[in-house]
């Protein structure tokens, strides 16, 4: 599979946050060209602050390999990481991160700050940026709207 697949399955997952009222973000974990974790976010039904995709695949993908460190592990994630997921993806050591849009707001791979190459810690996690952009902005904002409307 190429990057662009990948991250199309990754946005089936923020498909089903969207349909579970949660902010639509999904991702995916590879390695060795197979998908061992898939996630998306569940902080509104959960009521946890903690249950972003990223993280959810990245306790997925340690179940599976029974380890912490996810070295040779790739992630694609709808949206860029916020400062919490990115330090998980430089804590469980994951080799790249593909993201699909990014979020100026609280956005922690290159939007507001880039935790993952702007600072000195003993792991570097790899990025590439806009893998299916036009995709994941337009689930973002369908489903904004879709909120705004819905409160009329």
């Given at each position: 599979m190429n990057k662009e697949e990948y991250m199309k399955i990754a946005l089936k997952e923020a498909e089903k946050a969207y349909k579970e009222l949660e902010v639509p973000v999904g991702a995916i974990i590879v390695k060795d060209n197979k998908i061992i974790a898939r996630a998306y976010n569940e902080k509104e039904g959960k009521h946890d602050a903690t249950k972003h995709a990223e993280i959810l695949a990245i306790q997925k993908?340690?179940?599976?390999?029974?380890?912490?460190?996810?070295?040779?592990?790739?992630?694609?994630?709808?949206?860029?990481?916020?400062?919490?997921?990115?330090?998980?993806?430089?804590?469980?050591?994951?080799?790249?991160?593909?993201?699909?849009?990014?979020?100026?707001?609280?956005?922690?791979?290159?939007?507001?700050?880039?935790?993952l190459e702007d600072y000195k810690f003993n792991h570097k996690v790899e990025i590439e940026y806009g893998i299916c952009k036009e995709e994941c902005e337009k689930i973002l904002k369908d489903f904004f709207k879709y909120l705004r409307e819905s409160k009329k």
């Open positions: 993908a340690s179940k599976k390999l029974k380890t912490w460190r996810l070295y040779d592990c790739d992630m694609y994630v709808t949206l860029e990481p916020c400062s919490m997921c990115a330090g998980a993806l430089i804590q469980s050591r994951i080799r790249k991160v593909y993201i699909g849009t990014m979020d100026e707001k609280t956005g922690s791979c290159g939007s507001v700050l880039n935790l």
